[in-house]
């Protein structure tokens, strides 16, 4: 009996080291049992499946350590939560929002919202004295990084991952010495960012000055992590995407795809293959569930639980009396019961080139208060509405002599700016031969003084050659008011048509120079109020003489833009107005009124989108020069038609869509897919004519819609009464 007892003994003082008062206590002689999970992405969700009959079965895990997803689920449960509580955070999750590192557009800034309505594609890059610079992946993970720390919210002060509930390991790679890096101290949120890092779709992550990526590169199995934390006992859960099966004569597509997961499958296999003969591997039959669908974990959740039920019987050998199982769980829950963080002062706290007053702005939270989550994820998202960070994140440090934290808000620049690039090109093609292109090229300069200004310009190559340069800049920190100086200039070849059935080849040279004072609604939209003067020079093709006319005068307009999308929207509502006064005394050759209006609204039912729009305009019985007249035709405005082969100085036009979004695409192609109809009324009158409903033209089309990468794509057939009809395809927004 002495020697057992010797025994027992020297394996409790064995496990002191990795002890900690929040611990479970293990009894002596019990093995120690190591949870070992793998990364797979929305596979991961089986994880949690593992932990709902671990806990049934009334089994105790003393040291965790994951990869990847399995590094979440695994950093989660070591810090308390229940895997029920898991399961309830996980199907709350609006995972397509979560990996959107932009907020929802109706709450983007104004300023980038008018960037949706140009055919520019959607990837952006950095430009500067070393040439192009690319981000470090499509996604920063600004919402991922808030919700890991609302999650682990109750770890705050836990710098050394043994102090956990449950000890528990990170898993990374170095992306500097192709090193496996394994976290064991700092933030907990930080450390199950840095191992889902996954290259090329998150920025790498940075910790203590090491660049560190997904840690399922080197080490997808962590098991010999596991080892090393003492486990006597180990249960793996592989949900490692298995490769997938080829063709005898695979294509480019079938080699990316099963070369980007050769690796993670070879060092996972190696992990497996090391197992001691007494431990449990688990590999959940996930089916077809694609690492990227996060939408569909609660299934792998339930494959995750199928498969644990499986092997009750080597987990019956480990189980505990519930007496103490539930002393266990009850110490183990302990870690998640978080008294009310006290905030003492706010701050801003890292070095960047916007300046610290713009973001202290933004920051609603008091000091001196309680920390409100949900209103500091609202700080957080306005803070990266300024459009200039990579990431926007949070910290809580102790103050001295004091309960109370202090909030710091941290930012890191998008290490591609300020100078950022982008491209676009737009198509537009009718069976009957006519077309048109466009190439576009912007470039922002972001941040140019401490306020906040940047420089904006845009060129169009194709049918249309055109330069436009703003200098945007305000005049607080608040970015209220603003001014914006704007000089641009087109060179155009396009059809105008002088009567309803004869177009002419015009060839225009125009230049425009604008000074407006504005109003920054923040994200609702803006007001402007300025002046303007410029030219208009036109040459008609076969005919002598030139369409000459002078510009000057008052503009103003009020933009007002909550849309969800500007493509394809399934929420929300614009108002626009714009207006101008064109007098003789600024260089108008013409003087005239001009007033155009527009309202739009939508709304939707289950997979059906109703997208209403009104617009009028008006020249209050004035006469609008040729080149500034209202003009009808083309996708949606009256689409059996040609652009412009309805003009004048009045004009009203109503549109009601209905489009029903048929699949989703393939991440790597774009979105959705739409099969849409139209019905379109309207019609233009000459000032010196009585507009009348009678006269109103109606038409109508039908269009499959696509959401692509390169912007959206149409094929469609309009018609017009009167035995108007056209064939188009079009790519890209109207340009």
């Not at 992946?137 to 600004?142: A, K, L, R």
């Not at 996930?286 to 039920?309: L, P, Y």
């Not at 198509?427 to 077309?435: N, P, T």
């Amino acid at each position: 009996m002495l020697p057992r007892a010797v025994a027992y003994l020297l394996l409790a003082l064995a496990a002191l080291p990795l002890a900690h008062t929040s611990h479970a206590q293990e009894q002596p002689g019990r093995p120690r049992i190591g949870l070992c999970l793998a990364g797979g992405g929305a596979r991961g969700g089986a994880h949690v499946g593992v932990l709902k009959v671990l806990e049934e079965m009334r089994v105790p895990i003393h040291c965790v350590a994951g990869t990847s997803i399995g590094s979440i689920v695994g950093g989660l449960y070591s810090s308390g939560l229940s895997p029920a509580a898991m399961d309830s955070a996980i199907a709350g999750i609006d995972w397509f929002d979560v990996f959107q590192d932009a907020p929802p557009r109706r709450l983007t800034s104004f300023r980038r919202k008018q960037e949706d309505y140009l055919p520019y594609f959607d990837f952006r890059m950095g430009v500067g004295k070393g040439g192009l610079r690319m981000p470090g992946g499509i996604v920063t993970g600004q919402k991922l990084q808030f919700l890991l720390r609302r999650l682990t919210v109750h770890t705050i002060g836990v710098d050394d991952f043994d102090e956990l509930s449950i000890p528990y390991r990170a898993v990374a790679a170095s992306l500097e010495d192709a090193s496996v890096v394994v976290l064991d101290s700092g933030s907990l949120a930080d450390a199950m960012r840095a191992s889902m890092a996954i290259p090329g779709v998150f920025t790498p992550h940075e910790i203590d000055g090491e660049i560190l990526v997904d840690g399922g590169l080197l080490r997808n199995v962590p098991y010999d992590v596991v080892k090393s934390m003492g486990a006597d006992v180990i249960i793996v859960v592989d949900v490692t995407k298995p490769l997938s099966e080829l063709e005898r004569n695979p294509t480019l597509r079938d080699v990316i795809r099963q070369t980007s997961t050769l690796n993670i499958v070879a060092n996972s296999n190696v992990s497996i293959a090391g197992m001691d003969p007494g431990d449990l591997l688990m590999v959940p039959d996930c089916g077809g569930i694609g690492i990227e669908e996060f939408d569909r974990m609660a299934e792998a959740t339930v494959s995750g639980t199928v498969t644990a039920r499986e092997h009750l019987d080597w987990l019956r050998q480990y189980s505990l009396p519930e007496a103490e199982y539930a002393a266990w769980q009850t110490r183990v829950r302990a870690g998640t019961e978080t008294e009310t963080i006290q905030i003492g002062n706010i701050k801003v706290a890292a070095p960047s080139r916007v300046d610290p007053r713009r973001i202290r702005e933004r920051v609603q939270s008091p000091p001196e208060a309680p920390l409100d989550l949900d209103l500091l994820a609202g700080d957080l998202e306005r803070v990266y509405r300024l459009g200039e960070f990579e990431m926007v994140d949070f910290a809580l440090a102790r103050t001295p002599d004091s309960p109370a934290r202090d909030l710091a808000i941290r930012t890191r620049d998008k290490r591609w700016g300020p100078n950022y690039l982008r491209f676009g090109a737009a198509m537009e093609g009718h069976l009957d031969g006519r077309a048109h292109f466009a190439i576009l090229l912007y470039h922002r300069m972001a941040t140019v003084n401490r306020l906040g200004a940047e420089w904006r310009n845009q060129a169009i190559l194709g049918d249309r050659l055109g330069l436009d340069t703003e200098f945007y800049q305000p005049l607080s920190m608040r970015g209220r008011f603003f001014v914006a100086p704007r000089l641009q200039g087109l060179i155009s070849k396009r059809e105008r048509w002088f009567t309803s059935e004869l177009a002419t080849l015009v060839t225009s040279r125009e230049w425009e120079a604008r000074l407006d004072l504005g109003l920054n609604l923040s994200a609702w939209g803006e007001l402007r109020l300025g002046g303007y003067h410029g030219d208009y020079t036109g040459d008609l093709e076969n005919q002598s003489g030139i369409l000459d006319d002078g510009r000057g005068g008052w503009r103003g307009s009020l933009i007002l833009d909550r849309l969800d999308n500007v493509d394809f929207p399934q929420s929300g509502w614009a108002l626009g107005l714009e207006g101008r006064m064109a007098r003789d005394g600024l260089g108008a050759g013409t003087e005239y009124d001009r007033l155009l209006g527009r309202l739009q609204g939508v709304a939707s039912a289950g997979r059906v989108s109703f997208n209403a729009r009104l617009e009028g305009g008006t020249s209050f019985q004035t006469a609008l020069p040729f080149h500034d007249r209202f003009e009808l035709g083309g996708f949606t405005r009256l689409s059996g038609l040609e652009r412009g082969r309805v003009f004048g100085d009045e004009m009203a036009l109503g549109t009601l869509a209905a489009y029903l979004r048929l699949a989703r695409l393939d991440p790597s192609l774009g979105q959705h897919i739409y099969l849409g109809l139209a019905f379109e009324t309207g019609q233009a009158w000459d000032h010196a004519e009585s507009p009348a409903l009678a006269d109103l033209l109606v038409g109508g089309t039908a269009f499959l819609g696509v959401e692509t990468l390169l912007g959206p794509f149409y094929v469609g057939y309009g018609v017009v009464e009167g035995g108007h009809e056209s064939f188009y395809v079009l790519l890209g927004r109207s340009f």
